[in-house]
């Protein structure tokens, strides 16, 4: 039987869906699919309801006692049929349905008009009854925010061979923008605000056909959102031959990619010397200075650019790429990694220094441009430029032996990203190192030495673990030097999804997407626009 016709299932009809004994879910996927085909048959009340857009509701039988409401409309060139709400026997009369969704309250308006019908033929039904928007189409108040599933003869099968309230995931409809993200080659920097999708497109991107059977990570900075997209995933693939092959998909908080980076002797290996806001707050409580500032400002202003843009420079990982490059053994990763190694140094005063540098033993006329070649092909001169650049950074290897920016580095790099900035950072700069000391003094450390840590037991190690694809979602909650480590997991720096929102952060970070952008050009990667998500008006599938 052909499908003529989309059928949407709302997210509460799917969980009831799941519930149901298999010859329930049978008849309900029988009916469903004779729908699809634009047909439905054993009687149905047609209802126009009162309201402003003067909705038109059809309350079917599934059986003798249980019904769906569903309505019809278009999605694309194609029409649709959208189901509502799946009501046991018991429930239809009821006045607080268990099986209503949430967010319709049209569902419960009043109907103006009734007509009962034996037989919906949908290429031949009334043009006022098509009441339903697109998925795509802006909506009035009527109802709120929805989820709905699409699912297609294999869709349908896998949910049947599965137990009843055994935990499945169905395929979500994705907007038009959505599914164009999904056919897009990496690297793909994906901004959307909470509940526009960004996760799930991120998920799906995970089961791409050419990722199949090789490694990929998902990484985040929350243990809740690894866990709901562990689950979410787990459920979409549940019943399905996708993930025949292993190795599945790895599901990290950044803090346990990290500490596997790690070796069980190093001090940052105990978590429970590990400092976040709360203990920073502590720590500092005892400074008046403390006193004169936001304590998230602070935490922010240290953890983004006082600590955080400090790169962990390893003067012997240069020294050794810089070797493979003047011997022509260098392989593309590597090539990439010193492009981005050197470019780190654009941000400092003297970075002027290492500019003339380049453009003496180049035809580039500063660093930046320079490394984003170097990054991509070779280039004329780039031996001589990578070994004078290494000797100028020898002679200040004392600045990058400490854990924070000198003072003077800090007020050329904060007022290069906020000059507007309000607050004094001498006085803010006082207190990082007060923090600092405290941390030394207690045996204690913050998640910048950890990552810092991290990125350096990698560059010792001659075999990094790596993976084929690395999806970071939340991104905003990463500093430059998590976003970093997250392209050093990567076995090639364009094999990364980066999904997030800068005005929605969880841990204050500083973080700005085109912060992003520049690291792909300093790797001399293409650098790629950041995407939007957006929920659809009212009615968005997530």
């Not at 959208?82 to 109907?111: C, Q, T």
């Not at 006022?128 to 929805?146: C, H, I, M, T």
């Not at 056919?183 to 998920?203: H, Q, W």
């Not at 500019?355 to 780039?382: M, P, Y």
Request: aromatic share 10%; glycine share 6%; charged share 30%.
């Amino acid at each position: 039987m052909d499908d003529q016709y989309k059928v949407f299932l709302n997210e509460k009809v799917s969980s009831r869906f799941s519930a149901l004994p298999k010859a329930e879910k049978q008849r309900f996927a029988e009916k469903m699919r004779f729908l699809a085909a634009g047909i439905w048959e054993g009687g149905i009340l047609v209802k126009k309801l009162a309201g402003a857009k003067s909705k038109v509701v059809f309350e079917a039988r599934i059986s003798r006692g249980d019904r769906v409401l569903f309505t019809l409309g278009k999605s694309g060139e194609r029409g649709a049929a959208y189901i509502w709400a799946y009501l046991k026997h018991d429930e239809v009369d009821r006045k607080a349905r268990v099986g209503m969704p949430d967010n319709a309250p049209f569902l419960d308006f009043p109907s103006i008009a009734e007509e009962k019908i034996d037989t919906l033929y949908l290429d031949s039904t009334k043009e006022y009854w098509y009441s339903q928007e697109d998925l795509e189409d802006k909506v009035e108040s009527d109802y709120g925010p929805q989820k709905w599933n699409v699912l297609d003869v294999k869709e349908w099968e896998r949910a049947i061979a599965l137990g009843a309230n055994q935990e499945i995931t169905y395929h979500l409809s994705l907007s038009r923008e959505q599914y164009s993200i999904l056919e897009r080659d990496t690297p793909i920097l994906l901004s959307g605000t909470a509940g526009s999708g960004k996760t799930t497109v991120a998920l799906y991107y995970l089961s791409r056909k050419e990722f199949l059977g090789k490694r990929r990570l998902f990484a985040t900075y929350s243990p809740y959102l690894r866990d709901f997209a562990a689950r979410l995933y787990k459920g979409l693939v549940r019943g399905d031959t996708i993930e025949e092959k292993p190795p599945l998909p790895e599901f990290l908080t950044m803090e346990e990619a990290q500490r596997r980076c790690i070796p069980s002797s190093c001090p940052l290996a105990d978590p429970g010397k590990l400092v976040g806001l709360e203990a920073f707050q502590t720590l500092i409580a005892a400074n008046p200075l403390s006193r004169k500032f936001d304590p998230e400002l602070l935490w922010e202003e240290i953890r983004s650019i006082i600590k955080g843009a400090m790169p962990p420079f390893s003067l012997k990982r240069l020294e050794t790429l810089a070797q493979r490059l003047c011997s022509g053994t260098v392989l593309s990763r590597e090539r990439q990694e010193l492009a981005a190694e050197l470019a780190n140094f654009t941000r400092f005063s003297f970075g002027g220094r290492i500019d003339a540098i380049v453009a003496t033993s180049t035809s580039f006329k500063g660093l930046e441009a320079f490394a984003n070649a170097l990054g991509a092909d070779r280039q004329e001169g780039e031996t001589q430029a990578v070994l004078r650049s290494l000797d100028f950074l020898k002679k200040k290897k004392e600045l990058f032996a400490r854990p924070l920016l000198s003072l003077e580095e800090y007020l050329y790099m904060g007022e290069k990203r906020a000059p507007g900035f309000p607050h004094d950072r001498a006085e803010l700069y006082s207190l990082a190192t007060y923090y600092q000391k405290k941390l030394e003094e207690k045996g204690l450390y913050d998640e910048i030495d950890l990552a810092k840590r991290a990125l350096a037991e990698r560059k010792r190690s001659s075999t990094p673990e790596v993976w084929d694809l690395v999806v970071c979602d939340e991104i905003q909650d990463m500093t430059d030097t998590h976003v970093e480590l997250l392209f050093d997991f990567a076995a090639n720096r364009n094999k990364v999804f980066f999904a997030g929102d800068e005005r929605q952060s969880v841990n204050p970070s500083g973080f700005r997407w085109e912060g992003v952008r520049a690291r792909f050009y300093e790797s001399g990667i293409a650098v790629p626009t950041a995407s939007s998500s957006h929920a659809r008006m009212k009615k968005k599938s997530a």
